[in-house]
């Protein structure tokens, strides 16, 4: 089982971002993903999950509107579109299935 994410960066605030978990080793289309993410001197926090058929989404209410969770079962990947940034949103954004956790990709929101 693998997860490697993709797509963070540096980005000013009210920027937007769209991160990328791409998995292998696992029937995707049966499991359920997450976003997590881990700011400086915090602990871990849930960000979003969706279902094996994309039909339900659960978004955390610090990003609720602001960021979007989708999936693609024939390319077997979960992403995150994440929309009016603020330093806040600023940590280490990591995508999660069951047990195995990818490595995490760098997201910074500074002016």
């Known amino acids: 089982v693998q997860l490697v994410e993709s797509g963070g960066g540096l980005v000013r605030p009210g920027g937007s971002l769209k991160l990328s978990c791409a998995a292998s080793g696992f029937i995707f289309s049966l499991a359920n993903m997450s976003w997590y993410r881990q700011a400086p001197g915090k602990e871990r926090e849930w960000v979003a999950s969706i279902d094996s058929t994309g039909r339900i989404i659960k978004h955390a209410d610090s990003v609720k509107g602001r960021f979007t969770i989708s999936r693609n079962n024939y390319k077997k990947t979960v992403s995150l579109q994440m929309n009016s940034l603020e330093t806040e949103d600023t940590a280490v954004y990591y995508c999660?299935?069951?047990?195995?956790w990818g490595q995490g990709t760098q997201v910074t929101v500074s002016s």
């Open positions: 999660k299935t069951r047990n195995t």
